[in-house]
């Protein structure tokens, strides 16, 4: 275990209510912080999560459901593909009950278990915390020898092992870049444009370095400023918290008045050693109370409760609980908010489900085709080019033929061969004429039912009306 007793300015805990954020000084000036490892109980749970998410994460763009891997974001081709669920374009109300149900997942998350996301499975935490920064230890050494070091000139010493950090740390990001990007094209085009020339494929070399270099700047610089400055979702935990949400805290009760020393006479359980400030990834000290710089992380509950043991305290002086609970009350699960975003979350939920239950199997739109609204031929009837764009939702082949059932005389005239192929989840364009008698229009216009049938016996009808003269 490496908690130690240490001095207030070995840790650079705030000096004053000026210096408002840990990671920055009075001036505005970063303020590098090197957060010991507690390796205790928590730490250990999280190391085997962290690194079962690292699994997933690299996975979800791999594993392949349906014919299609497991999470895809293609937004040039505008498919989106979840766990074997297609998503596109038409589907609008499908991804607005998405992203609601989504939102009220992580409001309820939160009010009843505070932020563990953020400790526990957010990507930033995982990979700084289990790669990044054990990477860093290894080559630069422990804490107090990495500041002494950074704080010192320049040697041939700090060179080497600054050097050798970077490039691992740019071999590491560009793999990350790479697992980033399949996420949004897929891992076989992404094989493909590896494999080519970048003068070929230069877009995706330009996107690939520039994703490479935010993931290097990210981890390699910018670090817990990403949760503390840039995270929204720290400005919004003092609305989504409430009393009872689960919270990592410092029992103040307990712990005050706190003192150095044997002698414990008229003192608390804090010995105030700093351990839990030394270990926290964000440099805030829990003993000042709840802070959106908190990420939940349990470090000062594993550095505390090894101290606890040490000077023959019990445990839990910092540890899981609610604000509720420290005032002496006990803490609520089911309350007004909770209820009632669980309430809503039924009613997106179910929403949802029937939408995607109800979904066709195929998405037929009609649109009239660019240029002239109508054409007159030799033979006196009118012809209306019209756009189909039908797409198959289903994970088999098909193939699809339009026909006009009205008004009567009307036929179609394809541009192309029919039937027309279809390939599971693909999309197809075909253009026709609509060729209808004069005497069916009355005052230029005339709604016509327009007919696809596929393979498998679905038939799609629909109205449209053509345009004619008007006299």
Known sequence: MSTSFIDADDVGVLESPEAVLSTLDREGNRRWIYPVPSKGRFYRRRLVVGWALIALFVAL????????????????????????AAFYPTDTFLLLLLAVGLGLGIVLFTALLGRVWCGWACPQTVYLEFVFRPIERLIEGKEHVRKRRDEGPWTFDKLWRKGLKLAIFLVISLALAHVFVAYFVGWDRLLTWMQGSPFEHWGFFVMMAFTTALILFDFGYFREQMCTITCP???????????????????????????????????????DCLACVRTCPTGIDIRDGLQMECIACTQ?????????????????????????????????????????????????????????????????????????PFVVLPDGQIANRLRFRVRNQTPKATAFTIDVTAPAGARVQPVGVMPVPLEAQQMSRFEAWIIVPPEAFTNGTVESTLVVSFDDGTVEEMTFPLLGPSS
């Open 233 to 271: 979702y720290a400005r919004f935990q003092s609305v989504l918290l409430d009393p009872d949400s689960l919270i990592v805290s410092y029992d103040e009760h307990r712990g005050e008045p706190r003192g150095k020393g044997k002698k414990r006479d008229g003192l608390g359980d804090c010995i």
């Open 300 to 372: 000062c509950i594993d550095a505390c409760d090894e101290i606890m043991d040490r000077v023959g305290k019990p445990r839990g002086l910092i540890r899981y609980t609610s604000e509720r609970a420290l005032a002496g009350e006990p803490t609520r699960i089911v309350r007004p908010r909770t209820v009632i975003y669980t309430l809503l979350m039924l009613v997106v939920g179910t929403l949802f489900t029937v939408a995607l239950v109800s979904r066709g199997q195929y998405d037929v739109n009609v649109v009239r085709a660019p240029g002239e």
């Open 61 to 84: 763009p791999l594993l392949r459901i349906g014919g299609h891997p497991a999470v895809l974001l293609d937004v040039v081709r505008r498919e989106f593909y979840l766990f074997g």
